[in-house]
């Protein structure tokens, strides 16, 4: 089991950078695959980034890649989404997500296939 909480969203310019932080709880952090989402009003859940337990694995959305990187700390129980040349578009609440390892294959970009989230943190650009 595993609660999270998001923290670090605000409001930045574009061309800004802003650094998200989820903070898992217990000791079983390093047990989950571990992923980024957003979702802007009107939209579904989106896609952003994903690491494998271990961080030797990331993954990311062709709409983010080369400006956000996603990032943990073990020791710490923390995934971190590092966000730069932000956009008005990467407006959105965003949202960490965890998927405790298994057998069966690990569909990161699918919101449906993680077992905890988070609470949410707002990020938005201006123009």
């Known amino acids: 089991q595993v609660q999270l909480v998001e923290s670090g969203g605000g409001l930045v310019q574009a061309g800004g950078s802003l650094r998200l932080s989820c903070a898992a709880s217990?000791?079983?952090?390093?047990?989950?695959?571990m992923g980024w989402f957003r979702q802007a009003p009107g939209r579904e859940r989106e896609f952003v980034a994903a690491?494998?337990?271990?961080?030797?694995?990331?993954y990311y959305a062709d709409s983010v890649n080369g400006r956000f990187t996603i990032s943990r700390d073990n020791a710490k129980n923390t995934v971190y989404l590092k966000m730069n040349s932000l956009k008005p578009e990467d407006t959105a609440v965003y949202y960490c997500?965890?998927?405790?390892?298994?057998?069966?294959?690990?569909?990161?970009?699918?919101?449906?296939?993680?077992?905890?989230w988070g609470q949410g943190t707002q990020v938005t650009v201006s123009s």
């Open positions: 997500a965890a998927r405790s390892r298994r057998d069966t294959t690990w569909y990161y970009r699918n919101p449906r296939v993680y077992d905890y």
């Open positions: 217990g000791r079983t952090f390093s047990n989950y695959n």
């Open positions: 690491i494998s337990w271990s961080g030797g694995n990331t």
